[in-house]
């Protein structure tokens, strides 16, 4: 484990999803250790980016998620200090953490997405002619929040406008989609490959922040339950989605189906989980590798 170094394990942050970065930090963390990896803890919360520099570390390992940790801020930091570290570069994670930004990119590439609006903070519109025009029912998001925060749904005009509502409280942006009924896929992408998709299942109206860290009874089906010839089509997809901004090393693509089945995509998560709860753990489970070796394969691919 010497050719990693010292390795700081960046978690916490100051971004909406802290709490999570610190327990997916954790886990990093004590998994490198287990390992023999010299491997230690850094909030930049709490301390300067300048001691990375000073204290001798040689690699970073990012797990802060949100602004500040994926949205190229902290990759660009690292660069300017010369420290080597995972996943994906400045503009690929600055796209990546704009959902706005993420859609324009994947649409000039011609992959499939849902039908969208954005509404920027102060525009006037007409909600029940925005609701009408995308479907009837809609989903509202922050351009730059992760872990569903900020995110609601609205099938009314005052519904939506309490929806953008909530989003501007995150964002100057919402993103405004067309509805999709279908089921819900996430693939993570290692190193030059997708790993096996995963189909989520919750009793909630959509995949929240309560039911991706909260509740007990949402359910992760990987398999997917496709047939091998969408397994396939599926991570093609997502392999293409995540190589078209640019990523490299590790990420997530999140897809849904709309309601005659097609494949549409939701976002790309560049930093993602990495709590007990995570899809990319559980994902690298099902082709035989555990923890351990998925975390040291990610710190290996800071190398690339």
């Known amino acids: 484990m010497q050719q ?12 909406a999803e802290r709490e999570v970065s610190l327990r997916s930090g954790t886990a990093v963390l004590q998994a490198l250790q287990a390992q023999g990896v010299d491997a230690h803890g850094f909030d930049p919360a709490e301390r300067d980016l300048h001691q990375l520099r000073d204290h001798g570390f040689d690699r970073a390992f990012i797990v802060l998620h949100g602004r500040g940790g994926e949205d190229g801020s902290i990759q660009g930091a690292l660069e300017y200090l010369g420290i080597p570290y995972t996943g994906s570069g400045v503009l690929a994670c600055a796209l990546a953490m704009d959902k706005v930004k993420t859609k324009q990119i994947w649409q000039a590439c011609g992959l499939p997405i849902a039908d969208s609006r954005v509404i920027r903070r102060g525009d006037v519109i007409d909600s029940a002619e925005l609701l009408a025009a995308l479907g009837g029912k809609v989903m509202v998001k922050p351009a730059q929040e992760g872990s569903s925060i900020g995110m609601g749904s609205a099938s009314s005009a005052e519904q939506l406008s309490a929806a953008i509502a909530l989003a501007h409280q995150y964002d100057d942006e919402a993103l405004v989609e067309a509805w999709l009924a279908g089921p819900e896929y996430t693939v993570a992408v290692f190193g030059d490959r997708a790993l096996p998709s995963i189909r989520l299942q919750t009793s909630h109206e959509f995949y929240d922040y309560a039911a ?3 509740a007990n009874d949402t359910q992760y089906h990987c398999p997917a339950g496709l047939s091998p010839l969408a397994e396939q089509a599926l991570q093609k997809l997502a392999f293409s989605a995540f190589k078209a901004l640019g990523a490299k090393g590790w990420g997530r693509i999140d897809v849904m189906c709309d309601s005659a089945g097609h494949y549409r995509l939701l976002e790309a998560n560049l930093v993602p989980g990495m709590t ?3 899809l990319v753990p559980m994902a690298a489970r099902a082709t035989g590798m555990d923890f351990e070796q998925l975390v040291l394969g990610i710190l290996a691919l800071s190398d690339a």
């Open 212 to 214: 991706k860290y909260q």
């Open 4 to 15: 990693f170094g010292k390795v700081a394990v960046l978690l916490g942050g100051h971004s």
């Open 276 to 278: 007990a709860k995570s």
